[in-house]
């Protein structure tokens, strides 16, 4: 069983930059895809960024704040959040998608870490 543990949540101002951090317990390199998303209160998930073999995704609402990055080195995916704002307030999950031998697709997804923008 694939473990994700998010890190880096916490509080910041507007403007402000967080930094979130997602530790894998295997090789990366078996992940064809690893992303970010988030859900609000009241609200449903949604994606906001995504790095795998076809490059990189951003939701829209963060393009051009937001940088996904992966280091396979050290197992991580991580997510640069710079310029946030209220709306970025939520609980930011991480996750990873593999494909064994057959074709058959797994995702894998962490315990969530909270990012909450304040002015």
């Known amino acids: 069983q694939v473990q994700l543990v998010e890190s880096g949540g916490g509080l910041a101002q507007v403007g402000g930059s967080l930094r979130l951090s997602c530790a894998a317990s295997?090789?990366?390199?078996?992940?064809?895809?690893m992303g970010w998303s988030r859900q609000a209160p009241g609200k449903q998930r949604e994606l906001v960024a995504t790095?795998?073999?076809?490059?990189?995704v951003y939701a829209d609402s963060v393009k051009g704040r937001f940088t996904i990055t992966r280091d396979n080195a050290k197992n991580t995916v991580s997510l640069q959040m710079n310029s946030l704002k209220p709306e970025d307030t939520a609980v930011y999950y991480c996750d990873a998608n593999e494909e064994n031998d057959f074709g058959e697709r797994y995702a894998y997804w962490g315990q969530g870490t909270q990012v909450t923008v304040s002015s």
């Open positions: 790095i795998g073999d076809s490059g990189t």
């Open positions: 295997k090789n990366i390199d078996s992940f064809y895809k």
